[in-house]
Every structure is written in C-alpha cells, then in structure tokens.
C-alpha cells in the first residue's frame, strides 16, 4: 500500500487530440502512488493521442462525461493538447464538469492549452494562472491573471505551461494529493 491508495482522480479528454505526454507522466506517477485514475471521455471506445502533431497512442476510455459526477473524484487532471480542450470547450457536458469541480475547491490540474476549458468554465476571473503563451489574452479576457511560470498555484488550480514543465507539475499534484489524504 501507498500513501494515496484509495484516492480517485478523473483525467478528462476529448476523444482525440490530447498530448500523450501530459496525460502519460501524471497517470503514471499518480498510479504508482497508488491513485485510481479514471480516463473520462465524452464518448466510449479511446482515446487518440498526438505526439506533438504526429499520431500517438490510443489510450481506452473508462468512464464517460455524462456518466459521471465531481463528488466521485478527489482531483481532477486536464491534459492539454490544442485539440483536445477546444473539442472539449464546445461540449457543454465537459464545460460544466469543469466548472463544478473547480467550484467544489477540490484540486485541478491543468498544463499548455487545457487552461482553454478553465476559460470557458469562467473559473479564471480573478485567479492566478499560466498556460501555453498563446492562451494568455484569452485567460485575460476572462478575467484572470496570467504569469509565464512552470508551475502556478492558486488556492485549487494548478497550472503549468508545456511538456517541458511536466516533471514540476506532476510532483506538485502528488504533493497537492498528499494534502487531500491527510486532510481526510
């Protein structure tokens, strides 16, 4: 046993699009500390990830966004990806996942272009964040302030800004996870 066995976290994706990196390195260091990680995907069958712009793997949905509620999961992981979360901003299911769980104060991770979702949840006004640069008028436009770190936190968002970031960002969500669990 770990120290976070029993601890459940939802990765949300869109079915195609998300950069493998960024759903790969959390999941693998969460399961490895003994999370449950549920892949959450507006529709059943994979997910296909991008390796950059070249086809990646495909990686198998275990939950679906309209079956699912935010009270099932201790934290919430949006991998980013350019396609990924501007497929999931026009899924209204995805959007107000997004928005409740943010909402609840339970943790949410989000790195490069899932700050895209954030946005139009409207989670961002008045709250800290980095993304991908080129995400940082439209976190401003919604109201948010927007820094270039590796890794911003801001009371339940986590954020960072690309693949490159990926080791600060995962071992901040493990240490944000052990908060959660001696919390509990």
Known sequence: MTELDGLRVAFVMANEGVEQVELEEPWDALTEDGVHCD????????????????????????????????EQFDALVLPGGVANPDALRCDVRAVEFVRAFVESGRPVAAICHAPWLLVEADVVRGRTLTSWPSLRTDIENAGGHWVDHELVMDTNLLTSRRPADLPVFTAALVEVLRSVRASA
Do not use: I, K, N, Y
Not at 49 to 61: I, K, M, Q, Y
């Open 39 to 70: 892949l959450v995907a507006p529709r059943p069958g994979s997910v296909q990830a991008l390796r950059h712009l070249e086809r990646g793997e495909s990686f198998d949905v275990t939950m679906l966004l309209g079956d699912v509620a935010t």
